[in-house]
């Protein structure tokens, strides 16, 4: 079995499964799913299934208490509030909920979110000095400030108050001023996104409780998936009760949005969310409209929501024509360059007249092309600037700081980051950054490889499983969709659909059929799967409804070359299940005592028998489980 390509995601032994299916009432399927990740007690899997919102103390964020005391005080005093915010979706979503929190308690607020080229990213000393010149008496940051001491310092000289929340890790030095964040004191889960820590400074001045808050879920639910934080703790409860709340929600904007979208609200999910509604919040903010966005989140006007929803969308179409045209000339220089520098293992790309409000998506379809860290920079007046992204292997964040002294500024977390450089450091930059993923990462962390969540017989693909597995959704970054392999199947009645650019077939395992299968994006290797053999098939099972009929559909991840000595063995082993037990070869009777499970169970975990894998003489399969 080419292991190489696809590895189990973790052992998942038998007993513990067997235990949690009965426990629990769920498939084995479903239940080897959960115990590799990481879920093998009925407790935690329980938990974990009913997504409820755990129960953290906001007043562990850090100085919470002294945030609140502040604004209190503000509040008190009738001093005009500015929400600071960012320009991204999950900024300008932390924006929206932060104004609505301190309009439930009587403030007189106002937000800014800055202009990407105007002013860039985070607090800047002009931005201070306007609020200050017109009677802002305190400042709130959301999804930003945390390294803005010098800015606060400032802010602290004209007699400006600021409250800094931010979801991202602190520099060397903290501001002076009250700081809010999961990076700060004890707080038990430090993923959260810039509006999870806005929607937390709204539970300590409201309580927990408040009806005001639930409200705004919807709001947190789109940031959580748009700035792509691990959908597992206090993220997994906030979008699970968020999507429920985004189906019902009564804000125009976020209607007008989903009809722009064509989101259906009923059916809306972290998907939609990720290729739909984030994409036109970001689009305002990269092409310099964020004021849009925040009052179309904001604005209680149907019409008004409409026309601004309509921009996002002009919006979103130029961004998309940008971002296509970035990409391919990013992949025409890697392509140019000398062998030595395509075999670096970590890449920085640049060139002047690069729109900077989309190289971090550039980047992040760099990182898919070519499997390694990848840092996009363009070129404009002044300080360059550059966005990257990363594989899981490596960590960008403690990257870039290897790389401190070639840049200006530089920030994020682990999986994506951003930086300004002066012109004539990219080079030296690029080579740092080079070295740093060379002595970081192997050549394995480069192979990408299929992780697969459980190994399944065709007569598992129900609609009942696709109903199971849609109980852990919603799915993303620390919760990816679950991933299916089907081992030594055949292919049958393929054709090409969407003007050939996707494959449709039919699946037969063992000999009968499993289901309709589609591979988007592998028109092209119609030819070479139509050859005779056997595959194995990594996929997502879905509920396909067509023509008012719903059945199991294979949405295709991968497609395998299968291994024809796993087929002979299976058969073989499936010949000695029909003799009586005194006439079975002792090398099947051996794979039935590893095994210990009914025929049709035993099929399905062949592949993590290590007497099976014997048979095979296959040691590296050891891998695959």
Not at 609 to 621: A, G, I, K, N, V
Request: glycine share 8%.
């Amino acid at each position: 079995m080419p292991n190489d390509l696809w590895t189990l995601r973790n052992p998942a032994p038998r007993e513990l499964v067997d235990s949690l299916a009965e426990e629990l009432e769920l498939s084995p399927i479903t239940a080897s799913v959960l115990v590799r990740r990481g879920y093998g007690e009925p407790e935690r899997a329980l938990a974990f299934l009913e997504a409820k919102l755990p129960e953290h103390d906001p007043f562990q964020l850090g100085d919470m208490r002294e945030a609140c005391d502040s604004i209190r005080a503000a509040i008190a005093a009738g001093k005009r509030i500015c929400v600071h915010g960012d320009y991204d979706a999950d900024g300008i979503c932390a924006t929206a909920l932060a104004v609505l929190i301190l309009r439930e308690l009587g403030a007189d607020v106002e937000a800014h979110v800055p202009s990407r080229f105007d002013e860039g990213y985070g607090l800047q000393r002009d931005t201070i000095t306007r609020l200050a010149e017109e009677g802002c008496g305190l400042v709130v940051t959301v999804d930003c400030g945390i390294t803005a001491v010098e800015e606060v310092a400032h802010a602290r000289e004209l007699g400006l108050d600021v409250v800094v929340t931010d979801h991202h890790r602190p520099g060397p030095e903290l501001p002076e001023c009250p700081v809010v964040g999961p990076y700060r004191g004890d707080y038990p889960f430090r993923e959260l996104c810039g509006t999870g820590v806005a929607w937390k400074l709204g539970q300590a001045l409201l309580g927990a409780d408040a009806e005001a808050l639930r409200r705004h879920l919807d709001l947190v639910a789109v940031a959580t998936v748009a700035d792509v934080v691990p959908l597992v703790d206090e993220n997994r409860g906030v979008a699970v009760a968020g999507l429920r709340q985004l189906a019902r929600t009564q804000k125009p904007g976020l209607r007008e949005l989903m009809r722009s979208a064509r989101v259906d609200p009923a059916t809306v999910d972290a998907g939609a969310i990720g290729f739909r509604l984030a994409p036109r919040l970001n689009a305002a903010g990269r092409l310099c409209r964020p004021e849009a966005a925040l009052e179309l989140l904001l604005t209680e006007e149907r019409e008004t929501a409409k026309g601004l929803a309509a921009q996002l969308e002009e919006l979103n179409r130029e961004r998309q024509a940008v971002e296509e045209r970035i990409l391919r000339e990013a992949v025409e220089a890697i392509e140019e360059w000398p062998a030595a520098r395509r075999n670096r293992r970590g890449y920085v790309v640049a060139a002047e007249g690069w729109h900077e409000g989309v190289i971090g998506i550039v980047a992040s379809r760099l990182v898919e092309r070519y499997h390694r860290p990848v840092v996009l920079i363009a070129g404009t007046e002044g300080d360059w600037k550059g966005s990257g992204r990363s594989i899981r292997s490596f960590d960008l964040h403690d990257g870039l700081r290897e790389c401190a002294g070639d840049l200006e500024r530089w920030g994020g977390h682990a999986a994506a980051a951003g930086l300004s450089i002066r012109p004539e450091r990219v080079e030296a930059f690029a080579e740092a950054f080079g070295a740093v993923a060379d002595a970081r990462l192997g050549e394995d962390d480069l192979q990408p490889v299929a992780t697969v969540d459980a190994l399944v017989h065709g007569s598992d693909l129900t609609l009942d499983l696709c109903a199971e597995l849609a109980r852990l959704a919603p799915f993303g970054l620390g919760n990816p969709n679950v991933t299916l392999l089907l081992a030594g199947c055949e292919l049958a009645e393929l054709n090409t659909v969407g003007d050939g650019k996707h494959l449709r077939f039919r699946v037969r395992d063992d000999g009968r059929d499993s289901g309709s299968a589609i591979a988007f994006r592998r028109g092209p290797s119609l030819d070479r799967l139509r050859r005779v053999g056997h595959y194995d098939l990594a996929f997502r099972l879905e509920a396909n409804q067509w023509n008012g009929t719903v059945a199991p559909q294979l949405n295709v991840r991968e497609v395998f070359d299968g291994d024809e000595r796993y087929v002979e063995r299976r058969e073989w082993l499936k010949a000695e299940w029909r003799k009586p037990p005194e006439a079975r070869d002792p090398d099947a009777v051996a794979v039935f005592a590893d095994l210990g499970l009914a025929e049709g169970a035993a099929r399905r975990h062949l592949l993590e028998s290590e007497r099976f894998r014997t048979l095979l003489d296959e040691p590296e399969l050891a891998r695959a489980a």
